[in-house]
């Protein structure tokens, strides 16, 4: 995600260029800062999230060098509030890290005495006592009772000490790299500053990190929430739905007072550079309210990632919240298009749209669809029906994959031939594509378990070796197996090896093809469930053409019988091993 601050209205254009210039060259090579000449004038201009990205990269190259010593306190600070915390917890070990980098730049650019004293009071100085005081111990001194002083380095002789040049405390932390660096952050802050050293030491004694820690969270989220990362609560109010008629009736006078109109965001976000129609409506707008808009849509950028509870100032969750957020304003301008009046184009119409509702309702209009597809996919799995280790995980690909996707926060698709990856969800095909999904699987579970389906115990699901393996289809698959050999059980039971023997001589045909009363058995189960055929017929297709590659993919031990070991995912008696060695009968 590229972004720059939004320069003085008497800033030279020149001093703009050069800023973008710098930012997108670094973020393909950060090293590109070495050829610099003019980094103490660019680098302080670089804005919050944009400094921190910077900074990870450089921090990786060992090269933060480069760009610490010509930071302000302001952007250091962001560093630590983007890159030191977890959750509302500090990452102690982090937090030491970045301070000792902090202080090792200053050190090496031989910044004069006194510079990081004033860096300190220019951030937070409990931050400080913050890095320093887990696992620090610190003992007191009289310079004039020797007896005391051996005892006190008596005390500690099992950690590494440091006396401090005022001769007033020995500091004692473990002897490992985590408590070394404590000490060189101690050590230059006392030759930078003896009196701010002395108060430093004194702050660790007196403190509790948990107070310092809730102090300082404050601090942090007031920050964060002037770009954007407003708090959980806040930013669950961009997830509440508006509907399409609300959004359509609304006047150009009733238009609510946006984030936008807060005052100037510190950063400057370029929307997607790929075309689409937040980009066409987007050029509709004149030059203000274009600006305006691209302002506001950094913000939801913003809220939709603390909306989710992610980190913020991460590249590639910064990049995945400004395609859900594109995705969900496009959804919602798609369904806006259909009350617009005949005589009004497109994307005039939308414009208008965007300007009277702003950006922040037009993705609330999208969020609607989003979220009637959240709750279809939450009530399927809260049925009990689909889930066991995970959600969805009794489903069959594609239908396991796609309840989990659409049960998130912000609602998304598995990427075609992927079970781990997602994509927002961007446009009224999409939202197709997921009610049949949805819909699919909720016909699969009924399909498995109904008297009018299969009829299946779920007491199956808990009977197999490895209840995190199976899927509803290795059950149907089974079921419909014995259904159709002569003389079929009428329930369920683990095939064994004769079964599948016999199942893949009589139910395939010459041309190693199902037999078609067998689709013909599950549509009309379907049909008797009240399944429409577009939802029905698919699913029927890909349990039906799994069944056909486990049958005609038999393979046979030295003896010539059905290799169990190697069948696919279809129920047989090498599944429920256990089980059946527990004496229970099939029936039982």
Known sequence: MSATKTPPADAPATATAALDELLEL??????????RED????????????????????HDQGRLDLLFPHADPEQLT???????????????????EWITAIVETYEGAAAPRGALARLIAAMDPEIWTATLLPGTA??????????ARDQAMRAVEHLYTYETPDGFFVVAVPDDPYGRAAIRILDAVYHDDLALGRELVVSIRAAILAVIEEDLLRWRSGRLADLGFVPWEEAMKLLRPLSREQALARRADEAPRGRDDEGEPRERLALPGEAGLLRRVLDRLDPDEHGRRTREFLLLVNEVIAAQRLAPGV?????????????????GLELLAGGRPEAIELDDFLAERCVTLGLRDVFRVGYGALDRLREAALAL????????????????????????????????????????????????????????LSAQAALLARLTFETEGMGIAPVWVNRVDEPERLHLGDLVRAALILEHLPG??????????????????????????????????????????GADEAIARPLVDLLLQRLEVELAGLERDDEGAVDLTRVGGILTIQRVSVWLRTGMTQEG
Do not use: M, N
Request: with cysteine.
């Open 39 to 58: 980094l103490d004038a660019l680098v302080p201009e670089i804005p919050p999230q944009s400094f921190y990205q910077l900074a990870r990269q450089l």
């Open 138 to 147: 610190i003992h007191e001194l009289d310079p004039d009772d020797d007896e």
């Open 381 to 436: 799995h809260r049925s009990g029906q689909i889930s066991i280790k995970s959600v969805g995980s009794l489903l069959d690909r594609p239908w396991g994959p796609a309840i989990a996707a659409l049960i998130q926060r912000i609602p998304e698709l598995p990427l075609e031939g992927s079970s781990a990856k997602t994509r927002p969800i961007t446009s009224l095909r999409d939202v197709a594509r997921a009610t049949q």
């Open 315 to 331: 590249p590639e969750i910064a990049e995945r919240a400004l395609q859900q957020t594109r995705g969900s304003i496009e959804l």
């Open 488 to 529: 079929g059980r009428g329930q369920l039971a683990p095939l064994r090896a004769d079964d599948l023997d016999a199942a893949a001589s009589l139910l395939l045909g010459a041309d190693r093809r199902l037999r078609p009363e067998l689709a013909a058995d599950l549509l009309g189960r379907c049909r008797a469930l």
């Open 26 to 35: 670094a973020a393909r090579d950060p090293l590109i800062l070495e050829e």
């Open 78 to 96: 962001a560093v630590l509030d983007f890159g030191a915390w977890d959750g509302e917890r500090l990452a102690l070990l982090q937090l030491r």
